[in-house]
């Protein structure tokens, strides 16, 4: 039989628990219920911040020159046409690099982008996933139009497509209109087995027409001959090459589109896009003007377009060929 003195001892053990264990779950649910009131943290898009009134953010996808080469070359031209909207309220341009096109997507639904200046397969899918309306074709370098071409050196025992089965091809990058999409899609719709490989020296069963990304280095890839075709615009083939563009030949051409493409956010108001597409279409009317346009990777002008069909054309019939692609992006 216990003493009262232990009684006494016991009781006062059992009340420090219970206040123990009380304070402990008001603590857990006060936390937990701090956390949930909390807004989740968007890691997506770390370098993104909710929209600002009065800046204007045009988006592209970084291309091989890296995203302080791509700043540089779009910040004159977006503090220009800054400068053409203060009436609409904008008093900052911002240039947006994203690595992916379903990264693009995102931002523009979630109004982070207000202008997408990229090459017509980024556009279209942003446009398919999110609402994207093209305005207008810009002549980047100074072409309203280009193609995709497959090159080989001039003494290559690759002379056709059938002969690309069992080798590598090098594309550029899973962004790039002419040095992934329309090469892979026209092969894909020829009847070709086409297969991602890591790296060059992967197998490649003899059935198929295996490809590797290398980005910049789809020329320097051809040249020491570590895949023995490559593929990219030929306007920038020949331009790479320059006088030694003999020792290759092309043995593959996609039909022709519009070399890059201005698309704005759907949500945009119609009339600050009519006065955007007024802007653009004066540009080379002014020595100023001219002076941005020539700053902005030799960009002749920038010209209207007439409806996605035209815009698209050849981009919009192969697409299905790699829907799997567009979706993975």
């Not at 690099?97 to 997408?116: F, H, N, P, W």
């Not at 589109?257 to 108001?269: E, K, P, S």
């Not at 009339?271 to 002076?291: C, M, S, V, W, Y």
Request: proline share 4%; with cysteine.
């Amino acid at each position: 039989m216990k003493k009262k003195g232990q009684r006494g001892f016991s009781g006062l053990i059992l009340i420090i628990v219970v206040a123990v264990v009380l304070a402990g779950g008001i603590g857990w649910y006060v936390y937990t219920n701090q956390i949930k009131q909390q807004p989740i943290a968007q890691n997506l898009f770390p370098t993104q911040t909710v929209a600002e009134k009065g800046v204007l953010r045009v988006g592209e996808t970084i291309d091989e020159d890296g995203l302080a080469a791509d700043t540089k070359e779009f910040q004159p031209f977006i503090d220009y046409l800054v400068s053409k909207l203060g009436d609409k309220g904008y008093t900052k341009g911002e240039f947006v690099g994203v690595k992916t096109v379903s990264e693009m997507a995102q931002l523009v639904r979630e109004e982070k982008i207000d202008i997408i200046i990229d090459s017509a397969f980024p556009v279209y899918v942003v446009g398919k996933l999110a609402g994207a309306v093209p305005i207008a074709d810009r002549w980047k370098g100074g072409a309203q139009i280009y193609h995709s071409a497959i090159f080989v050196k001039q003494n290559s025992p690759v002379k056709t497509l059938d002969d690309l089965k069992g080798k590598m091809l090098a594309f550029d990058s899973t962004t790039s209109t002419v040095g992934y999409f329309l090469p892979k899609a026209e092969l894909i719709k020829q009847g070709y087995t086409v297969t991602q490989k890591n790296k060059p020296t992967d197998a490649c069963q003899p059935t198929e027409i295996c490809y590797t990304f290398v980005h910049a280095s789809v020329y320097e890839t051809v040249a020491k001959g570590i895949t023995p075709a490559g593929a990219e615009s030929e306007l920038e083939i020949d331009g790479y090459f320059k006088d030694k563009i003999k020792d290759y030949r092309v043995i593959s051409r996609s039909l022709d589109i519009y070399r890059f493409l201005v698309a704005t956010n759907g949500n945009m108001d119609p009339n600050l896009q009519n006065e955007i597409k007024n802007i653009l279409f004066t540009l080379d009317a002014t020595p100023a003007g001219r002076k941005i346009l020539d700053s902005f990777a030799q960009t002749a002008k920038f010209t209207s377009i007439e409806s996605t069909d035209a815009v698209y054309g050849v981009i919009k019939d192969l697409s299905s060929l790699i829907e799997d692609e567009i979706v993975r992006q």
